[in-house]
T-cell receptor, first 115, second 112 residues
């Protein structure tokens, strides 16, 4: 299916475990993003990527690792999950940024619970 | 530093009535401003955005927003709401399209 998909949709993991959230887009968009959504905070940018093999930190990168070996995939890894990382994670992609005539398309989110 | 305040956590409005959602931002230069809508269990969808030009911006689904630099505001309006407008609405600000700071959101409930 065309679009941006996240997997899994729901995940429960234990403190200290490594967990990877997947994001796949079929548009060949250059830019991809990871946000976390927490009650009372809105969305906060974790990491973003301008192209394959180019990634950069956002507002809240600590405890997360990303990679982008292929344009269409942008996995987010929690190296050692903590309870504070319990959140809803959104992946997004955009064909162009910085010129005002773009739009970021969001996935449906992954609800992660760390117990 | 950039930040966004959405003063109203929850708004209830009758179907057919007008709606206004408030957004105040803090940013040093001319910002990019956005309104997104999130339906339950869904990702965010862009309603409209402002980055230059006419300060009254038209968006999808009959929404509009007005950029007021003097008040650091970017309020969202709709003249007549439909039951399908029940959702959570997020205002966002940033120096470009992606390094955005989001507000905490306003939940809109539409009563029949």
């Amino acid at each position: 299916d065309a679009g941006i998909t996240q997997s899994p949709r729901y995940k429960i993991t234990e403190t200290g475990r490594q967990v990877t959230l997947m994001c796949h887009q079929t548009w060949s968009h250059s830019y991809m993003f990871w946000y976390r959504q927490d009650l009372g905070h809105g969305l906060r940018l974790i990491y973003y990527s301008a192209a394959a093999d180019i990634t950069d930190k956002g507002e809240v990168p600590d405890g997360y690792v990303v990679s982008r070996s292929k344009t269409e995939n942008f996995p987010l890894t929690l190296e050692s999950a903590t309870r504070s990382q319990t959140s809803v994670y959104f992946c997004a992609s955009s064909v162009e940024v910085g010129r005002g005539n773009t739009e970021a398309f969001f996935g449906q989110g992954t609800r992660l619970t760390v117990v | 530093a950039q930040s966004v305040t959405q003063p109203d956590i929850h708004i209830t409005v009758s179907e057919g009535a007008s709606l206004e959602l408030r957004c105040n931002y803090s940013y040093g230069a001319t910002p990019y401003l956005f309104w997104y809508v999130q339906s339950p269990g869904q990702g965010l969808q862009l309603l409209l955005k402002y980055f230059s030009g006419d300060t009254l911006v038209q968006g999808i689904k009959g929404f509009e927003a007005e950029f007021k630099r003097s008040q650091s505001s970017f309020n969202l309006r709709k003249p007549s709401v439909h039951w399908s407008d029940a959702a959570e609405y997020f205002c966002a600000v940033g120096p470009n399209d992606y390094k955005l700071s989001f507000g905490a959101g306003t939940t809109v409930t539409v009563r029949a």
